[in-house]
C-alpha cells in the first residue's frame, strides 16, 4: 500500500490524517474535499495537537490514480455524498475502512463499491476533542478490523496490517467484528448519548454516580439485542469497554456532546434511534434508551 485517501476532515480525519501525513510522501495521503471547504482549510490551517497539519488536497472532480487504502471518516449524514466524492479513488483493488459510528456504514459503502472491498472497521480508545480546527487529544486510540466473515483473515487485512506496522498507526486484527461492531456501538449508546444529556464530559461517567449508572443501563439494554442480532454481547463486553472507557482524559468529550455543545444536530438516530427500532422489532422494552433519545430531541429542538 502506497496510496491513502481519506474524505472527512473530523476528529478522526485530522487525527490518523495527520499521523499518516508524518510517514508518507505528501502527495501519497490525498483529503478529499469540495473547493471551498479546501480554500477554508487552506486559509485557516487545520491543527492537531497545536501543530499544522500539512495535507494535500484534491477535489472529487480532480483525476488520480485509485487508492490502495481509502477511509471514511465523515459523519454519517454525509456519507451518501462521500461514496459519490471518492469515485476517482475506487479501483480494482482498493480497500475500503468506514470509521463511521454505528453498524451500517459497511453494507451502504458496499452497496456502492463491492462488499469486497470493504473492511470491518471500529475506531476505539482515543479522546479527541474538535473546536473550530483545532483537534486536541491525548490518546489516539486505534483502528480494530477484519473481516465480514468471521475466524478468517485475508489478504486484504494483512495487506492493512502491514501498511498500518509501517506507518506506526495503533491497529489491531479482530476476526470477529461482527461482536467488536456491536461493542462500539454499545459503547456509543452509553458514553455519547449520557455525555451529551448531562452536558458534561468523560469525567462524569467514570465516577459512580447517576450519570454513569444511567450510561450503564442504557448499554445494557444494547446488550440484550445483541442476542437478537447474533452478536452475543456480555456482562462480559460491557466490563471491557468500560475498560476502554477508563483509558480516557476526564476532560474529554464524546462527539455527540460536541456537537450539542455547539448546537450542532447529532447523530442521535445511529445510536438511541437504532436501540428503539430494534427493540420494536424484536418486542424488547428499552425505556432508558427512549429517555436519552427524547432529551437529545428536546436539547436539539431549542437550538
Request: glycine fraction near 8%.
Amino acid at each position: 500500500m502506497n496510496k491513502v485517501t481519506i474524505i472527512g476532515l473530523g476528529a478522526l480525519g485530522i487525527l490518523f490524517g495527520h499521523h499518516l501525513s508524518k510517514k508518507m510522501p505528501e502527495t501519497h495521503l490525498r483529503i478529499v474535499a469540495d473547493k471551498e471547504r479546501i480554500e477554508k482549510y487552506q486559509a485557516e490551517g487545520v491543527y492537531c495537537n497545536e501543530e499544522q497539519c500539512h495535507f494535500h488536497y484534491m477535489t472529487p472532480e480532480d483525476p488520480c490514480e485509485p487508492a490502495d487504502l481509502l477511509i471514511f471518516a465523515v459523519k454519517y449524514d454525509g456519507l451518501e455524498e462521500a461514496i459519490q466524492s471518492v469515485q476517482n479513488h475506487v479501483g480494482e483493488d482498493t480497500v475500503i475502512l468506514s470509521l463511521l459510528n454505528g453498524i451500517t456504514s459497511e453494507a451502504v459503502i458496499g452497496e456502492a463499491y463491492g462488499i469486497d472491498k470493504v473492511l470491518y472497521c471500529v475506531a476505539q480508545g482515543m479522546d479527541a476533542v474538535k473546536k473550530g480546527n483545532q483537534l486536541t487529544y491525548k490518546h489516539m486510540g486505534m483502528l480494530v478490523f477484519g473481516d465480514r466473515e468471521p475466524g478468517m483473515v485475508s489478504e486484504k487485512v494483512k495487506r492493512t496490517s502491514a501498511f498500518f506496522e509501517r506507518t506506526e498507526l495503533p491497529h489491531e486484527i479482530d476476526t470477529d467484528m461482527h461482536k467488536r461492531q456491536w461493542g462500539k456501538f454499545m459503547l456509543n449508546v452509553g458514553v455519547n448519548q449520557t455525555v451529551a444529556v448531562y452536558q458534561s464530559n468523560y469525567g462524569e461517567i467514570q465516577r459512580e454516580g447517576e450519570a454513569r449508572e444511567t450510561m450503564i443501563a442504557a448499554m445494557r439494554e444494547v446488550i440484550v439485542l445483541s442476542e437478537k442480532e447474533g452478536a452475543h454481547l456480555t456482562e462480559k463486553d460491557l466490563s471491557y469497554w468500560l475498560g476502554v472507557l477508563d483509558t480516557l482524559s476526564p476532560e474529554g468529550k464524546p462527539s455527540m456532546a460536541q456537537d450539542v455543545e455547539a448546537k450542532r444536530y447529532s447523530e442521535v438516530e445511529l445510536f438511541s434511534g437504532t436501540v428503539l427500532k430494534l427493540g420494536e422489532k424484536y418486542g424488547v422494552p428499552t425505556p432508558v434508551n427512549k429517555m436519552l433519545y427524547e432529551q437529545i430531541k428536546r436539547i436539539e429542538s431549542q437550538y
